[in-house]
């Protein structure tokens, strides 16, 4: 049973930093990507940052840049997204999510397994 949880939300003021956390299991890492997706209220769900599991590469979106990096650890059992000099325009609840097909892509109908989310509020 494929399970996915995130963790390490919460609030911060704009520049600081936040580590999220999605701890999963009942699959194997290396056949699957994960990718981080987040929610604002009144937004469509968006896609952030993706790792393949079998090569590790990975995507982000461009408002994320060099600011958002994925990585998982060396169990592979826990991707992390570290977001530093965050913006108001990135609070959302955030999302991590799994697909069997190793794409990372930001279509969300391909991720057939989601975890519950972790609010992140970016304000002063």
């Known amino acids: 049973q494929v399970q996915l949880v995130e963790s390490g939300g919460g609030k911060v003021q704009p520049g600081g930093s936040l580590r999220l956390a999605c701890a999963h299991s009942?699959?194997?890492?290396?056949?699957?990507?994960i990718a981080w997706f987040r929610q604002a209220p009144g937004k469509a769900r968006e896609g952030v940052s993706c790792?393949?599991?079998?090569?590790?590469?990975?995507t982000d979106v461009d408002s994320v840049k060099e600011r958002f990096t994925i990585s998982t650890n060396s169990a592979k059992n826990t991707v992390y997204l570290q977001m530093n000099s965050l913006k108001p325009d990135d609070t959302a609840v955030y999302y991590c999510?799994?697909?069997?097909?190793?794409?990372?892509?930001?279509?969300?109908?391909?991720?057939?397994?989601w975890g519950p989310g972790t609010q992140v509020t970016v304000s002063s």
């Open positions: 999510a799994a697909n069997r097909f190793r794409l990372c892509v930001f279509d969300a109908g391909i991720y057939d397994d």
């Open positions: 790792i393949n599991g079998r090569d590790g590469s990975t």
């Open positions: 009942g699959f194997s890492f290396n056949d699957y990507a």
